[in-house]
């Protein structure tokens, strides 16, 4: 099957390279590589032009809006959704294959690893439960009998294409937990996995809040949003909290 690897870009002149040229060295290669830039006014455009990558430039500005278009654009069977500075394993494109052999599965994704400025093992732990907990407050009957996991964006995110374009996809007018909209609307028309092979991410937002803070917003924004405070207030607040 063909992969795309879809990554949404702003300002990442300082990981995106290094990312793209770790993508180079796939094997098996991944049938495209796309990345959509919200509007760059670093290098970054720059240093993907330099890479044997389709780039897209997106009119709106977020994740969601800017992985729906590269979903929308992509040639691929299967889609993985990377973020800039996440890193994936040499042998993404047989994982992906392997994983989604599964036809009950639509929705997959890697356990993340923090690293970078210092060795984040609270964070990488709570990544790791924050699947399991996190869709409980949400909807604890879909978590218990129908399989709903929350996947997030430093998990590196894959499903097929016709399930993706199926379900809906990510709604592009959301911006902050667009990957657990996601993830439940896939949970609608099958199974979601975390499996255990790791990708790496950085943690240059974690090191900047400190450890204790990061995770406290992350719980704070997930139990508002389980009990129905809209996108909108809390993409605010997050933005107030940063």
Avoid at 108 to 115: D, H
Avoid at 200 to 206: H, K
Wanted: glycine fraction near 6%; hydrophobic fraction near 40%; charge should be positive.
């Amino acid at each position: 099957m063909k992969v795309s690897v879809i990554i949404p870009t702003y300002n990442e002149e300082a990981c995106i390279g290094a990312l793209l040229d770790s993508l180079d060295e796939l094997e098996p290669k991944p049938y495209e590589v796309i990345v959509v830039d919200g509007g760059s006014d670093d290098e970054t455009t720059a240093l993907v032009q330099t890479h044997k990558t389709l780039l897209i430039h997106s009119s709106k500005l977020g994740r969601a809006a800017q992985m729906h278009h590269g979903a929308l654009e992509a040639k691929g069977d299967i889609l993985c959704f990377l973020h800039a500075d996440t890193f994936a394993p040499k042998n993404l494109v047989h994982i992906v294959e392997e994983t989604l052999d599964d036809d009950r599965i639509k929705l997959a994704g890697f356990r993340s690893i923090m690293t970078g400025t210092c060795h984040q093992r609270m964070t990488t732990w709570h990544n790791r439960i924050k699947t399991y907990y996190a869709p409980f407050i949400y909807n604890p009957y879909r978590t218990v009998f129908k399989g709903l996991r929350l996947l997030f964006g430093d998990q590196l995110l894959f499903c097929r294409k016709a399930d993706y374009l199926a379900s809906g996809g990510f709604n592009p007018e959301m911006m902050i937990l667009e990957e657990a909209d996601l993830c439940i609307k896939m949970n609608r028309i099958g199974r979601i996995r975390q499996i255990k092979t790791k990708v790496y991410s950085s943690d240059r937002r974690v090191a900047k809040w400190g450890v204790i803070k990061s995770n406290i917003i992350f719980v704070v924004i997930t139990s508002l949003w389980a009990i129905g405070v809209s996108n909108k207030r809390l993409a605010q607040f997050y933005g107030n909290v940063r």
